[in-house]
Every structure is written in C-alpha cells, then in structure tokens.
C-alpha cells in the first residue's frame, strides 16, 4: 500500500450553473484502490497536481522503502 500512487485530473462544470468549471483531481492507490485525496481545483496544471501529491503525503505518509534512480 502506497508504493504506487496514480494522479490524474479531469475538468468539467461540476457546480452546473453556480460557478465555474472545475478540474477534480484525484490519487488513487495501486494496491488497494483506494482514494487517499480528491480535490477541486481552477485548471489541471502543475500547481494543482503539487497541492494534491502533498494532500495525499499529508494525510498518508510518506512512502516507506528504496528510491531507484536511473543514471
């Protein structure tokens, strides 16, 4: 659990009529398929998918175990 976390983010007029359209950003695990954060947000760029990684560490930690790093 929390080896594998997947981001992803899709805009749409969530609010209908009462306000603008959102991007709903989402994490889910790999193992479990459970969804450790979703959060609305103004557009699906970098800064949004920042603050949902850092929801996501913030609430579940951080992974446990080797970093890989390819020369």
Do not use: N
Not at 5 to 31: C, E, K
Request: hydrophobic fraction near 50%.
């Amino acid at each position: 659990m929390g080896a594998l976390v997947q981001l992803d983010a899709t805009s749409f007029a969530w609010l209908i009529d009462r306000g603008p359209s959102l991007a709903l950003h989402g994490a889910i695990d790999g193992a479990t398929g459970a969804g450790p954060a979703v959060v609305l947000r103004p557009a699906a760029d970098l800064h949004d998918y920042v603050t949902l990684l850092e929801q996501v560490c913030t609430w579940c930690g951080l992974p446990a175990g080797p970093l890989f790093c390819v020369p």
